[in-house]
């Protein structure tokens, strides 16, 4: 069983930065496959970006070039690093895991319990 929390969230101003953290506990954080996921208010929950555990990277179109996902298994932390942040970035992102994938329909097996971050213009 894995344990995902996040922090970082807060209030910033358009253009702004802000890094996410995701703490990992329980499970083989090195074999996992890990994102982050976002849901606004009234939308579906979106997959903003993923990293493999061979450390391949996926961003959605809408945060490449933006947002950088990285990882670090010795410490079993996954970041999201968010830069020129806009309003329509405004949500309650969720850092997520699974051994295989969390991209498939199914989703990740493990989520947090989500942080807001809110983008004012």
């Known amino acids: 069983q894995v344990q995902l929390a996040e922090s970082g969230g807060g209030l910033v101003q358009a253009g702004g930065s802000l890094r996410l953290s995701c703490a990992a506990s329980?499970?083989?954080?090195?074999?996992?496959?890990m994102g982050w996921f976002r849901q606004a208010p009234g939308k579906d929950r979106e997959l903003v970006a993923a990293?493999?555990?061979?450390?391949?990277?996926y961003y959605s179109a809408s945060v490449e070039g933006r947002f950088t996902i990285s990882r670090e298994n010795a410490k079993k932390m996954v970041y999201l690093q968010m830069n020129s942040l806009k309003p329509v970035d405004t949500a309650v992102y969720y850092c997520?895991?699974?051994?295989?994938?969390?991209?498939?329909?199914?989703?990740?097996?493990?989520w947090g319990q989500g942080t807001q971050v809110t983008v004012s213009s």
């Open positions: 997520a895991g699974d051994p295989s994938s969390v991209g498939t329909t199914s989703g990740p097996r493990y």
């Open positions: 329980g499970g083989t954080f090195s074999s996992y496959h």
């Open positions: 990293v493999s555990w061979d450390r391949n990277t």
